[in-house]
Protein backbone atom coordinates (compact mmCIF):
# COMPACT_ATOMS: atom_id res chain seq x y z
CA UNK A 1 0.00 0.00 0.00
CA UNK A 2 1.03 3.45 -0.93
CA UNK A 3 0.18 6.31 1.40
CA UNK A 4 0.42 10.21 -0.05
CA UNK A 5 0.11 13.46 2.28
CA UNK A 6 -0.47 16.17 -0.17
CA UNK A 7 0.56 19.40 0.41
CA UNK A 8 2.68 22.30 0.50
CA UNK A 9 4.43 22.30 3.77
CA UNK A 10 2.15 24.26 6.14
CA UNK A 11 1.49 23.59 9.94
CA UNK A 12 -1.49 21.51 9.16
CA UNK A 13 0.48 19.08 6.15
CA UNK A 14 3.27 18.28 8.85
CA UNK A 15 0.71 17.80 11.56
CA UNK A 16 -1.29 15.04 8.68
CA UNK A 17 1.79 13.45 7.97
CA UNK A 18 2.86 13.40 12.04
CA UNK A 19 -0.81 11.31 12.07
CA UNK A 20 -0.16 9.21 9.35
CA UNK A 21 3.25 7.60 10.86
CA UNK A 22 1.51 6.63 13.95
CA UNK A 23 -1.53 5.54 11.96
CA UNK A 24 0.65 3.34 10.00
CA UNK A 25 3.07 1.89 12.78
CA UNK A 26 -0.39 1.54 15.04
CA UNK A 27 -1.61 -0.79 12.63
CA UNK A 28 1.40 -2.66 12.11
CA UNK A 29 0.68 -2.42 8.20
CA UNK A 30 3.25 -2.75 5.29
CA UNK A 31 2.88 1.04 3.82
CA UNK A 32 5.01 3.22 2.16
CA UNK A 33 4.49 6.67 3.18
CA UNK A 34 5.23 9.49 1.21
CA UNK A 35 5.13 13.25 1.41
CA UNK A 36 4.13 15.64 -1.55
CA UNK A 37 4.93 19.33 -1.36
CA UNK A 38 5.17 20.02 -5.27
CA UNK A 39 2.50 22.36 -6.28
CA UNK A 40 2.45 20.78 -9.98
CA UNK A 41 2.30 16.99 -8.66
CA UNK A 42 -0.84 18.29 -6.19
CA UNK A 43 -2.50 19.91 -9.14
CA UNK A 44 -2.28 16.91 -11.11
CA UNK A 45 -3.38 14.72 -8.79
CA UNK A 46 -6.56 16.62 -8.85
CA UNK A 47 -6.29 18.35 -5.65
CA UNK A 48 -7.78 21.72 -4.89
CA UNK A 49 -7.71 21.94 -1.14
CA UNK A 50 -4.64 20.90 0.93
CA UNK A 51 -3.93 18.83 3.20
CA UNK A 52 -5.04 15.78 1.48
CA UNK A 53 -4.69 11.95 1.53
CA UNK A 54 -4.47 9.30 -1.44
CA UNK A 55 -4.01 6.06 -0.87
CA UNK A 56 -2.24 4.01 -3.66
CA UNK A 57 -2.70 7.26 -5.89
CA UNK A 58 -6.53 7.57 -5.14
CA UNK A 59 -8.05 10.88 -3.17
CA UNK A 60 -9.20 9.85 0.28
CA UNK A 61 -9.22 13.14 1.68
CA UNK A 62 -8.69 16.79 1.28
CA UNK A 63 -9.19 19.48 2.78
CA UNK A 64 -8.61 18.89 6.33
CA UNK A 65 -6.42 17.51 8.98
CA UNK A 66 -7.36 13.94 9.99
CA UNK A 67 -6.43 12.05 13.42
CA UNK A 68 -4.75 8.76 13.59
CA UNK A 69 -8.13 6.88 14.33
CA UNK A 70 -9.55 8.09 10.90
CA UNK A 71 -6.57 7.66 9.21
CA UNK A 72 -6.76 4.20 10.05
CA UNK A 73 -10.16 3.75 9.30
CA UNK A 74 -9.46 4.77 5.76
CA UNK A 75 -6.47 2.50 5.92
CA UNK A 76 -8.48 -0.24 6.96
CA UNK A 77 -11.28 -0.20 3.90
CA UNK B 1 -24.73 38.60 29.41
CA UNK B 2 -20.62 38.72 28.90
CA UNK B 3 -20.69 42.70 30.19
CA UNK B 4 -21.94 41.73 33.36
CA UNK B 5 -19.51 38.46 33.54
CA UNK B 6 -16.49 41.07 32.87
CA UNK B 7 -17.98 43.39 35.50
CA UNK B 8 -17.56 40.99 38.04
CA UNK B 9 -14.47 39.30 36.69
CA UNK B 10 -12.64 42.72 37.11
CA UNK B 11 -14.85 44.39 40.19
CA UNK B 12 -15.17 41.51 42.53
CA UNK B 13 -12.16 38.69 41.25
CA UNK B 14 -9.31 41.31 40.90
CA UNK B 15 -10.62 44.10 42.94
CA UNK B 16 -9.77 47.01 40.18
CA UNK B 17 -12.20 49.61 40.11
CA UNK B 18 -13.92 49.79 36.41
CA UNK B 19 -12.98 52.91 35.98
CA UNK B 20 -9.20 52.87 36.26
CA UNK B 21 -7.09 52.33 33.18
CA UNK B 22 -6.18 48.86 34.52
CA UNK B 23 -9.79 48.17 35.46
CA UNK B 24 -10.63 49.53 31.83
CA UNK B 25 -7.97 47.08 29.71
CA UNK B 26 -9.12 43.97 31.72
CA UNK B 27 -12.84 44.73 31.10
CA UNK B 28 -12.29 45.18 27.97
CA UNK B 29 -9.59 41.98 27.51
CA UNK B 30 -12.60 39.71 28.85
CA UNK B 31 -15.10 40.89 27.67
CA UNK B 32 -14.19 40.80 24.25
CA UNK B 33 -12.50 37.28 24.81
CA UNK B 34 -15.81 36.02 26.02
CA UNK B 35 -18.10 37.30 23.12
CA UNK B 36 -15.66 36.99 20.50
CA UNK B 37 -14.99 32.97 21.30
CA UNK B 38 -18.84 32.94 21.67
CA UNK B 39 -18.52 34.47 17.73
CA UNK B 40 -16.00 32.37 16.75
CA UNK B 41 -17.00 28.99 17.59
CA UNK B 42 -20.65 29.97 16.14
CA UNK B 43 -19.75 31.38 12.90
CA UNK B 44 -17.40 28.87 12.61
CA UNK B 45 -19.65 26.06 13.20
CA UNK B 46 -22.48 27.76 10.64
CA UNK B 47 -19.88 28.41 8.16
CA UNK B 48 -18.63 24.40 8.23
CA UNK B 49 -22.30 23.38 7.98
CA UNK B 50 -22.34 25.78 4.70
CA UNK B 51 -19.46 24.27 3.63
CA UNK B 52 -19.71 20.46 4.23
CA UNK B 53 -22.79 20.91 2.12
CA UNK B 54 -20.73 23.12 -0.84
CA UNK B 55 -17.41 21.56 -1.31
CA UNK B 56 -14.93 23.43 -3.72
CA UNK B 57 -15.97 20.20 -6.40
CA UNK B 58 -19.67 21.32 -6.22
CA UNK B 59 -18.61 24.92 -6.62
CA UNK B 60 -16.35 24.63 -9.28
CA UNK B 61 -19.51 22.88 -11.02
CA UNK B 62 -22.05 25.59 -10.33
CA UNK B 63 -19.63 28.44 -11.99
CA UNK B 64 -18.56 26.08 -14.47
CA UNK B 65 -21.91 26.14 -16.26
CA UNK B 66 -22.94 29.62 -15.71
CA UNK B 67 -22.24 32.62 -17.98
CA UNK B 68 -24.15 35.99 -16.97
CA UNK B 69 -22.51 39.41 -17.64
CA UNK B 70 -20.60 39.58 -14.30
CA UNK B 71 -23.30 37.70 -11.77
CA UNK B 72 -20.54 34.90 -12.04
CA UNK B 73 -18.17 36.85 -10.67
CA UNK B 74 -20.57 37.83 -7.75
CA UNK B 75 -21.25 34.14 -7.56
CA UNK B 76 -17.77 33.47 -7.94
CA UNK B 77 -16.86 36.43 -5.04
CA UNK B 78 -19.50 35.22 -2.26
CA UNK B 79 -19.02 32.14 -2.41
CA UNK B 80 -15.07 33.04 -1.70
CA UNK B 81 -16.41 34.68 1.09
CA UNK B 82 -18.63 31.81 2.23
CA UNK B 83 -15.74 29.02 1.55
CA UNK B 84 -13.02 28.53 4.52
CA UNK B 85 -9.59 27.44 3.51
CA UNK B 86 -5.98 27.58 4.63
CA UNK B 87 -4.30 30.13 2.59
CA UNK B 88 -1.38 27.39 1.25
CA UNK B 89 -4.59 25.86 -0.76
CA UNK B 90 -4.89 29.06 -2.74
CA UNK B 91 -2.80 27.71 -5.28
CA UNK B 92 -4.21 24.29 -5.96
CA UNK B 93 -7.41 25.96 -5.99
CA UNK B 94 -6.54 28.43 -8.28
CA UNK B 95 -5.55 26.12 -10.80
CA UNK B 96 -7.98 23.72 -9.98
CA UNK B 97 -10.78 26.58 -10.97
CA UNK B 98 -8.88 27.20 -14.23
CA UNK B 99 -8.87 23.82 -15.32
CA UNK B 100 -12.33 22.97 -14.57
CA UNK B 101 -12.89 25.69 -17.42
CA UNK B 102 -13.99 28.92 -15.15
CA UNK B 103 -12.75 32.07 -17.04
CA UNK B 104 -9.44 33.40 -15.03
CA UNK B 105 -11.13 37.17 -13.62
CA UNK B 106 -14.17 34.46 -11.96
CA UNK B 107 -11.39 32.70 -10.60
CA UNK B 108 -10.07 35.54 -9.83
CA UNK B 109 -13.08 36.91 -8.06
CA UNK B 110 -13.12 34.07 -6.09
CA UNK B 111 -9.52 34.12 -4.66
CA UNK B 112 -9.45 37.76 -3.72
CA UNK B 113 -12.39 37.23 -1.64
CA UNK B 114 -11.24 34.59 0.14
CA UNK B 115 -9.07 35.76 2.21
CA UNK B 116 -10.74 38.54 2.37
CA UNK B 117 -13.92 38.04 4.07
CA UNK B 118 -13.59 34.69 5.95
CA UNK B 119 -15.34 33.56 8.65
CA UNK B 120 -13.05 34.53 11.40
CA UNK B 121 -12.69 38.00 10.41
CA UNK B 122 -16.27 38.38 10.10
CA UNK B 123 -17.37 36.79 13.74
CA UNK B 124 -14.41 39.13 15.10
CA UNK B 125 -15.55 41.46 13.50
CA UNK B 126 -19.13 41.91 14.52
CA UNK B 127 -17.96 41.17 17.98
CA UNK B 128 -15.81 44.24 17.98
CA UNK B 129 -17.40 46.90 15.32
CA UNK B 130 -21.13 45.48 15.57
CA UNK B 131 -23.56 44.54 13.22
CA UNK B 132 -23.70 47.53 10.34
CA UNK B 133 -19.56 48.21 10.19
CA UNK B 134 -19.57 44.10 9.57
CA UNK B 135 -22.55 44.24 6.71
CA UNK B 136 -20.79 47.04 5.56
CA UNK B 137 -17.68 45.28 5.01
CA UNK B 138 -18.47 41.69 3.77
CA UNK B 139 -20.77 43.69 1.41
CA UNK B 140 -17.68 45.98 0.45
CA UNK B 141 -15.88 43.35 0.48
CA UNK B 142 -17.10 41.04 -1.53
CA UNK B 143 -18.12 43.58 -4.31
CA UNK B 144 -14.40 44.49 -4.42
CA UNK B 145 -13.87 40.92 -5.74
CA UNK B 146 -16.42 40.89 -7.72
CA UNK B 147 -15.39 44.15 -9.90
CA UNK B 148 -11.49 43.52 -9.51
CA UNK B 149 -12.02 40.07 -11.25
CA UNK B 150 -14.49 41.09 -13.72
CA UNK B 151 -11.84 44.20 -14.79
CA UNK B 152 -9.69 41.69 -15.31
CA UNK B 153 -11.29 38.93 -16.97
CA UNK B 154 -11.82 42.24 -19.52
CA UNK B 155 -8.02 42.05 -20.25
CA UNK B 156 -6.75 38.46 -21.67
CA UNK B 157 -4.33 37.62 -19.09
CA UNK B 158 -4.23 34.19 -19.65
CA UNK B 159 -0.69 34.54 -21.54
CA UNK B 160 1.00 35.81 -18.48
CA UNK B 161 0.25 32.35 -16.81
CA UNK B 162 3.16 30.50 -16.24
CA UNK B 163 3.67 28.31 -19.46
CA UNK B 164 3.23 25.05 -17.35
CA UNK B 165 -0.10 26.54 -16.06
CA UNK B 166 -1.41 26.98 -19.48
CA UNK B 167 -0.18 23.81 -20.58
CA UNK B 168 -1.91 22.15 -17.77
CA UNK B 169 -5.18 24.42 -18.06
CA UNK B 170 -5.82 22.39 -21.26
CA UNK B 171 -6.27 19.19 -20.43
CA UNK B 172 -9.42 17.61 -19.37
CA UNK B 173 -10.33 17.18 -16.04
CA UNK B 174 -11.23 13.63 -14.22
CA UNK B 175 -14.31 15.21 -12.06
CA UNK B 176 -14.29 13.70 -8.72
CA UNK B 177 -17.18 11.40 -7.19
CA UNK B 178 -20.22 12.78 -6.10
CA UNK B 179 -20.26 13.51 -2.45
CA UNK B 180 -21.55 11.06 -0.31
CA UNK B 181 -25.20 11.83 1.06
CA UNK B 182 -25.27 12.33 4.53
CA UNK B 183 -27.60 13.40 6.84
CA UNK B 184 -26.71 16.74 9.23
CA UNK B 185 -26.28 14.39 12.15
CA UNK B 186 -23.75 12.50 10.14
CA UNK B 187 -21.87 15.45 9.14
CA UNK B 188 -21.99 17.24 12.67
CA UNK B 189 -19.15 15.34 13.93
CA UNK B 190 -16.67 16.15 11.58
CA UNK B 191 -18.10 19.77 11.23
CA UNK B 192 -17.55 20.33 14.71
CA UNK B 193 -14.13 18.42 15.30
CA UNK B 194 -12.83 20.80 12.28
CA UNK B 195 -14.61 24.19 13.96
CA UNK B 196 -12.67 23.33 17.26
CA UNK B 197 -9.27 22.86 15.24
CA UNK B 198 -9.57 26.03 13.64
CA UNK B 199 -11.17 27.89 17.21
CA UNK B 200 -7.27 26.23 18.49
CA UNK B 201 -5.10 27.42 15.95
CA UNK B 202 -6.62 31.25 15.82
CA UNK B 203 -7.52 31.99 19.01
CA UNK B 204 -3.57 32.55 20.34
CA UNK B 205 -3.74 35.27 17.88
CA UNK B 206 -7.06 36.81 18.52
CA UNK B 207 -5.54 36.48 22.36
CA UNK B 208 -2.39 38.80 21.64
CA UNK B 209 -4.66 41.44 19.14
CA UNK B 210 -7.36 41.68 22.31
CA UNK B 211 -4.07 42.11 24.89
CA UNK B 212 -2.46 44.40 22.56
CA UNK B 213 -6.39 46.38 21.87
CA UNK B 214 -7.12 46.07 25.37
CA UNK B 215 -3.45 47.81 26.49
CA UNK B 216 -3.77 50.72 23.99
CA UNK B 217 -7.58 50.90 25.17
CA UNK B 218 -7.20 51.21 29.07
CA UNK B 219 -3.87 53.69 28.06
CA UNK B 220 -3.94 55.75 25.29
CA UNK B 221 -5.96 58.48 25.66
CA UNK B 222 -9.01 58.94 23.80
CA UNK B 223 -8.61 61.28 20.49
CA UNK B 224 -4.73 60.17 20.73
CA UNK B 225 -3.98 60.08 16.87
CA UNK B 226 -6.10 62.70 15.57
CA UNK B 227 -3.21 64.71 15.82
CA UNK B 228 -1.55 62.86 13.43
CA UNK B 229 -3.76 61.11 11.22
CA UNK B 230 -6.45 63.31 10.42
CA UNK B 231 -9.70 62.01 8.52
CA UNK B 232 -8.72 64.84 5.36
CA UNK B 233 -5.10 63.79 5.21
CA UNK B 234 -5.32 62.37 1.90
CA UNK B 235 -2.35 60.65 2.24
CA UNK B 236 -3.59 58.53 5.64
CA UNK B 237 -5.38 55.68 3.36
CA UNK B 238 -2.56 54.45 0.59
CA UNK B 239 0.23 55.30 3.41
CA UNK B 240 -1.81 52.42 5.26
CA UNK B 241 -2.45 50.13 2.61
CA UNK B 242 1.47 50.13 1.32
CA UNK B 243 2.55 49.60 5.05
CA UNK B 244 -0.13 46.61 5.11
CA UNK B 245 2.01 45.06 2.41
CA UNK B 246 5.18 43.47 4.12
CA UNK B 247 2.71 42.18 6.95
CA UNK B 248 1.23 38.79 7.28
CA UNK B 249 -0.61 38.70 10.88
CA UNK B 250 -3.08 35.89 11.14
CA UNK B 251 -5.75 38.43 9.64
CA UNK B 252 -7.90 37.81 12.80
CA UNK B 253 -5.27 39.13 15.31
CA UNK B 254 -5.38 42.54 14.11
CA UNK B 255 -8.92 43.08 14.32
CA UNK B 256 -8.98 44.17 18.00
CA UNK B 257 -6.02 46.35 17.53
CA UNK B 258 -7.69 48.17 15.05
CA UNK B 259 -10.87 48.86 16.87
CA UNK B 260 -8.22 50.20 19.50
CA UNK B 261 -6.93 52.59 16.93
CA UNK B 262 -10.20 53.33 15.64
CA UNK B 263 -11.72 54.53 18.73
CA UNK B 264 -8.84 56.59 19.74
CA UNK B 265 -9.03 58.41 16.63
CA UNK B 266 -7.71 56.64 13.56
CA UNK B 267 -10.55 57.29 11.13
CA UNK B 268 -12.02 53.81 10.31
CA UNK B 269 -11.75 53.71 6.38
CA UNK B 270 -7.81 54.39 7.31
CA UNK B 271 -7.58 51.50 9.53
CA UNK B 272 -10.01 48.61 7.45
CA UNK B 273 -7.66 50.21 4.29
CA UNK B 274 -4.95 48.61 6.38
CA UNK B 275 -6.46 45.73 7.83
CA UNK B 276 -7.38 44.92 4.10
CA UNK B 277 -4.05 45.37 2.87
CA UNK B 278 -2.60 42.65 5.18
CA UNK B 279 -4.80 40.07 4.81
CA UNK B 280 -5.39 40.83 0.85
CA UNK B 281 -2.07 41.65 -0.03
CA UNK B 282 0.69 39.79 1.75
CA UNK B 283 4.35 39.67 0.10
CA UNK B 284 4.57 35.92 1.17
CA UNK B 285 0.88 35.33 -0.73
CA UNK B 286 3.06 37.30 -3.67
CA UNK B 287 6.29 35.25 -3.67
CA UNK B 288 3.57 31.74 -3.77
CA UNK B 289 1.43 32.80 -6.65
CA UNK B 290 4.93 33.70 -8.44
CA UNK B 291 4.78 29.56 -8.88
CA UNK B 292 1.52 29.87 -11.06
CA UNK B 293 1.55 33.57 -12.90
CA UNK B 294 4.24 35.59 -14.39
CA UNK B 295 5.46 38.99 -12.50
CA UNK B 296 3.55 40.95 -14.86
CA UNK B 297 0.45 39.21 -13.95
CA UNK B 298 1.24 39.33 -10.32
CA UNK B 299 1.65 43.39 -10.45
CA UNK B 300 -1.66 43.95 -12.56
CA UNK B 301 -3.39 41.78 -10.02
CA UNK B 302 -1.88 43.01 -6.93
CA UNK B 303 -2.18 46.88 -8.10
CA UNK B 304 -6.06 46.29 -9.01
CA UNK B 305 -6.90 44.80 -5.30
CA UNK B 306 -4.41 48.15 -3.73
CA UNK B 307 -6.28 50.88 -5.45
CA UNK B 308 -9.69 48.85 -4.59
CA UNK B 309 -8.61 48.69 -1.01
CA UNK B 310 -8.06 52.22 -1.04
CA UNK B 311 -11.09 53.27 -2.73
CA UNK B 312 -13.23 51.11 0.53
CA UNK B 313 -10.79 53.47 2.44
CA UNK B 314 -11.73 56.60 1.24
CA UNK B 315 -15.25 54.84 1.21
CA UNK B 316 -15.65 54.15 4.68
CA UNK B 317 -14.02 57.56 6.08
CA UNK B 318 -17.21 59.05 3.92
CA UNK B 319 -19.76 57.07 5.56
CA UNK B 320 -18.88 56.62 8.99
Known amino acids: MKVQILGTGCKKCKEFYENAEVAIRELNVDCELEKIESIEEIVSMGVMVTPALAVDGKIQSTGKVLTVAQIKEVLER | MFEKVADIIVRDLFHL ?5 WGKTFHFFIYDTLKISFLLVFIILLMGVVNSYFPVERIRRFLNGRKLWGIENFLASTLG ?10 IPLFIGFLKGGIPLGVTLSFLITSPLVNEVALAIFWGIFGTKVTVVYAVSGILLGTIVGRLLGFLNLDRYLQDWVQELVKQKIQDSAEDAKKTLKERLPEIWQEAMS ?10 LGLSIGAVIHGHVPAGYFEQYI ?18 YA ?8 VQSLVSKGIPLGT ?9 GLSLPEALL ?20 IM ?10
Open chain 2, 271 to 279: ALAFMMGVV
Open chain 2, 250 to 257: NATGIIPV
Open chain 2, 81 to 90: ALTPFCSCSS
Open chain 2, 230 to 247: TRDNMFAVPVATLLAVPM
Open chain 2, 198 to 207: VFKRVFPYVL
Open chain 2, 17 to 21: GLQSS
Open chain 2, 311 to 320: LIGFLFNILF
Open chain 2, 289 to 308: LKKVMKIKLIVIYFGTVACA
